[in-house]
T-cell receptor, first 111, second 118 residues
Framework: RKEVEQDPGPFNVPEGATVAFNCTYSNSASQSFFWYRQDCRKEPKLLMS???SGNEDGRFTAQLNRASQYISLLIRDSKLSDSATYLCVVRTRSNDYKLSFGAGTTVTVRA | GAVVSQHPSWVICKSGTSVKIECRSL??????MFWYRQFPKQSLMLMATSNEGSKATYEQGVEKDKFLINHASLTLSTLTVTSAHPEDSSFYIC??????????????FGPGTRLLVL
């Protein structure tokens, strides 16, 4: 079983729509969680960290469900510029800085 | 945010050639840098953890004699793909964490190097 699993999509949504997707992780001892964004043929860039209480950054809302071991990302009022692959990233052991990546969920926002 | 550079951004080489990729943290010091590889439509796979002043730690299945890593200073790590073959063609990305580190400390990624071995 993969350490981090994501629905690859693609999620094709019109501008202004809300889109949400999850990722599941297998290691219950995982301690920190992130969403990264990766544009085509580019490096990943941090979108937001995901805290236990959930957190919001503008149009982006992230939630963590430890009991069910999943993380979600919700994008409101989608923009064309939100089209990208969103990577779910999990740190499974403290103090060693290793990150485990999901394969990504592709979102395409159309005009 | 923090800046990490990689050089070169593109490499096309013949089979059997060795290729050296540099990763630099430009505005912070990093005792630890990471090297990843990403094949099309797949997730980033950690290859090795590069530690300044000591030997790199390789992930299972990664040949340390084929992928030579040197972390000579707090701002520079190099990955050398020795005797590259077509199956080594991939997107190689490095990342670095600032010295302070921490559980929630993020990694900053370089722009990646696309390697094509003919």
């Amino acid at each position: 079983r993969k350490e981090v699993e994501q629905d690859p999509g693609p999620f094709n949504v019109p501008e202004g729509a809300t889109v949400a997707f999850n990722c599941t992780y297998s290691n219950s001892a995982s301690q920190s969680f992130f969403w990264y964004r990766q544009d085509c043929r580019k490096e990943p860039k941090l979108l937001m960290s995901v805290y236990s209480s959930g957190n919001e950054d503008g149009r982006f809302t992230a939630q963590l469900n430890r009991a069910s071991q999943y993380i979600s990302l919700l994008i409101r009022d989608s923009k064309l510029s939100d089209s990208a692959t969103y990577l779910c990233v999990v740190r499974t052991r403290s103090n060693d800085y290793k990150l485990s990546f999901g394969a990504g969920t592709t979102v395409t926002v159309r005009a | 945010g923090a800046v990490v550079s990689q050089h070169p951004s593109w490499v096309i080489c013949k089979s059997g050639t060795s290729v050296k990729i540099e990763c630099r943290s430009l505005d912070f010091q990093a005792t630890t840098m990471f090297w990843y590889r990403q094949f099309p439509k797949q997730s980033l796979m950690l290859m090795a953890t590069s530690n300044e002043g000591s030997k790199a730690t390789y992930e299972q299945g990664v040949e340390k004699d084929k992928f030579l890593i040197n972390h000579a200073s707090l701002t520079l790590s190099t990955l050398t793909v020795t005797s590259a073959h077509p199956e080594d063609s991939s997107f190689y990305i490095c990342s670095a964490s600032p010295l302070a580190g921490g559980l929630w400390e993020t990694q900053y990624f370089g722009p990646g190097t696309r390697l094509l071995v003919l």
